[in-house]
């Protein structure tokens, strides 16, 4: 089955300055790729996904690249907000609402004032 | 606009007692999945239903766990008996039967669970 891993497991920024996490997949037919912002007690909130028919999108201060030959993609938050502060999770997954997610671990971002 | 709903938020109770989960995903949606996701990891799928039909549920743990989806619409997700290492969140997701480029994963508020 599929395996995600993710990195760093915490990240910690000063306010403004940008953050990049990194996830890598092991199964090719995976196509589907979700990041999910998590605030302590809360449901998992998509933040942006990629398929694999696009190499990168951009959604305001929040992008995602996709490497489909090295199996990985990242997340990228320009202008860091205290209000970004939270754990953020990649996912990957065969067909959007098919599959289920196979997420990765997690990575507790902390925004400093 | 609709959510996925889950009862009871958060739920104590000791070892070897029973408990039951309650899920309600978006009107329409034919994809149930229940994830477990304990303090501190990501979310890991549990079950999969496509209607009423069980897709996956390879990473069920058969002897305390059941879950249900009699008529292809809420869901119901057991434990009995209940061990201390099921504390977790568990949540609820769904999906549209067609899926088109904007979909994805809908999740649920969770329910809390806690063993005592």
């Known amino acids: 089955g599929e395996n995600v891993e993710q990195h760093p497991s915490t990240l910690s920024v000063q306010e403004g300055d940008s953050a990049v996490i990194k996830c890598t997949y092991s199964?090719?037919?995976?196509?589907?790729f979700p990041w999910y912002k998590q605030e302590l007690g809360k449901r998992p909130q998509l933040i942006i996904d990629i398929r694999s028919n696009v190499g990168e999108k951009k959604d305001q201060r929040i992008a995602v690249t996709l490497n489909k030959t090295a199996k990985h993609f990242s997340l990228h938050i320009t202008e860091t907000q205290p209000e970004d502060s939270a754990v953020y999770f990649c996912?990957?997954?065969?067909?959007?609402?098919?599959?289920?997610?196979?997420f990765g671990s997690g990575t507790r971002l902390q925004v400093q004032p | 606009e609709a959510e996925v709903a889950q009862s009871p938020r958060y739920k104590i109770t000791e070892k070897s007692q029973a408990v039951a989960f309650w899920c309600d995903p978006i009107s329409g949606h034919a994809t149930l999945y229940w994830y477990r996701q304990i303090l501190g990891q990501g979310p890991e799928l549990l079950v999969q239903?496509?209607?009423?039909?069980?897709?996956?549920d390879s990473q069920l743990p058969k002897d305390r766990f059941s879950a249900e989806r009699l008529k292809g619409v809420d869901s119901t997700l057991k434990i009995q008996p209940a061990e201390l290492g099921d504390s977790a969140m568990y949540l609820c997701a769904s999906s549209p039967r067609t899926v088109k480029l904007t979909d994805t994963q809908y999740f649920g508020p969770g329910t809390r669970l806690t063993v005592l």
């Open positions: 239903f496509q209607d009423e039909s069980v897709v996956d």
């Open positions: 996912a990957a997954s065969e067909d959007t609402g098919r599959r289920a997610l196979t």
């Open positions: 199964d090719s037919a995976s196509n589907y």
